[in-house]
């Protein structure tokens, strides 16, 4: 059984960083991709960025690309999401979430963690 547990959402202020970290058991993840989502307020889930897990090739939403970074850490099975010049859009829920590699959707999903940016 996979799990996926988030931390470090809270408040920060525009123009501020957050560095979200999601915690993978249960599975050996080598052939897996992980994922992060958001959800907006009132706005549907959103994808956000993805990182292969053996290789550590990312992808980016346009809308987070040169602000955010995906890494990981296999000795931890630990995802990383970091954040840079924060805007209030990007206030959400994030949520991480993973996939078997080659496969269309994402099947694991962790609880999510708020994350408010304030103007």
């Known amino acids: 059984q996979v799990q996926l547990v988030e931390s470090g959402g809270g408040l920060v202020q525009a123009g501020g960083s957050l560095r979200l970290s999601c915690a993978a058991s ?4 080598s052939t897996y991709t992980m994922g992060w989502f958001r959800q907006p307020p009132g706005k549907e889930r959103e994808f956000v960025g993805s990182i292969i897990w053996s290789g550590g090739s990312t992808y980016y ?14 000795a931890k ?16 829920v994030y949520y991480c979430a993973a996939s078997v ?19």
Do not use: H
């Open 61 to 74: 939403a346009d809308s987070v690309k040169g602000r955010f970074t995906i890494s990981r850490d296999k």
């Open 26 to 29: 249960g599975r050996t993840f």
């Open 77 to 92: 099975n630990t995802v990383y999401l970091q954040m840079n010049s924060l805007k209030p859009e990007d206030t959400a």
């Open 101 to 119: 590699l080659g496969q269309a959707s994402f099947a694991y999903w962790g609880q999510g963690t708020q994350v408010p940016v304030s103007s």
